[in-house]
């Protein structure tokens, strides 16, 4: 099964968590500046939210993806203050007729003293034992 890892990371969050998990994946994850170069069959897409939404990078690299490019999107990232960016990066995805996997994985990202001190080292493992369940 051929995977890929885009991410954008603004505070270091969702680089942190991908750097945990390349091993387990088996590939080297990119920041969403990296288009997809061959079709996979799943791609981990990571995101955080600031001022309560999922950076524009993020939504152009969705544009920039089809059906025929990618088979099934697991998202994932981390917060402060709203719940989850997922949602947000799952309706860009469904709108472009690409199949998200209904697990996601969202953990706290500190913004100043809000959450601080995660994604901690908790948060880290129950991500790489997520990223294990959907591989």
């Known amino acids: 099964m051929k995977t890929a890892i885009r ?3 603004k ?7 991908v750097e945990a998990v390349k091993d387990i994946v088996g590939c080297e994850p ?3 500046d990296t288009p997809l170069q061959e079709p996979v069959d ?3 897409l990571g995101a955080g939210v600031f001022l309560g939404k999922v950076d524009g990078s993020v939504m152009r690299f969705i544009e920039s993806l089809t059906p025929d490019k990618v088979k099934r ?3 994932f ?5 709203i719940k989850s960016p997922v949602p947000q990066m799952r309706k860009a995805l469904e709108a472009r007729g690409i199949t ?12 100043g003293p809000i959450k601080a001190g995660h ?3 908790k948060d880290i493992e129950n991500f790489s034992q997520f990223v294990k369940k959907v591989l």
Do not use: N, W
């Open 42 to 44: 799943m791609l981990l």
């Open 73 to 75: 999107v697991v998202c």
């Open 7 to 9: 991410y954008y990371s």
């Open 11 to 17: 505070f270091g969050h969702t680089k942190q968590m």
């Open 100 to 111: 998200v996997d209904e697990r996601e994985f969202t953990c706290p990202g500190a913004m």
């Open 30 to 32: 990119q920041t969403v």
């Open 119 to 121: 994604p901690d080292k």
């Open 77 to 81: 990232g981390s917060c402060a203050i």
